[in-house]
């Protein structure tokens, strides 16, 4: 699927969420899974925490897309497409650096569409669109891509170091799934698990505040990561794999 396609389903997806906000106080009230996932705090509305709410579900949605332009790079190994590429004088620091360049620009484009997709919608079904910004909704949403990049650093350095392996970041997704997602009810995770996914170190906005040291480590995380992966990339015989 092409960029373009993803950048559009995440923002359909954002808009699918944002069209209930005007409904969604009953929405939640008749949902009792809801009602323990949101949550309720005081000086908050219940948009605002569904939103909060919504944006942590599509970043792990946008775990999708991004992956998938890395692994592009592991489908053209297999097919034995890199021949032609690696014949053109391109270097395949070059090669690797190209596909993980792209996936890292989708982590932002991913987390945009879908802050765009609700502001879309909110400004539709909201009496005062102004309680959810968009600026704060970017902000919402953007706040997730260091737990992104840190998931596109493992798979990367999975493809350089042990590319029949790959699917196992598939497996480490699945995990932070229920680790971000269902470990937001009380009790049901234990926090030892719930902090071996980055997205437990992303705060939720607008309920905490940004813990910019935090997320440096994380990005810092990401880099070394890439980096690794790019090192280990140079060296490896791409046609043994």
Known sequence: MPLWAWILGMYALGAAYGSILGTIDIFVQNSEFYSMVI???????????????????????????VLTMMLRLRTEEKNSCFQNVLSAAVSKYHYFASYLGIAILSAFLMEMAVAFGIYSSALAVLDDPG??????????????????????????????VAPRRVNLIWGYFGFSFLATFIGRIPGIIPDLLRNLTPYTFIPVLPVDEINWVTLTVLIGIAAALMAAACVVYRQRDISAA
């Open 39 to 65: 949550g309720a705090r005081p000086g908050y509305s219940t948009a605002q925490m569904f939103v909060a709410m919504v944006s942590s579900m599509m970043a792990l949605c946008a775990v999708f897309p």
């Open 131 to 160: 309680v959810l910004p968009l600026g704060h909704l970017l902000l919402s949403n953007l706040v997730y891509v260091p737990a992104l990049l840190v998931m596109l650093g493992l798979c990367a350095l999975l493809i350089a």
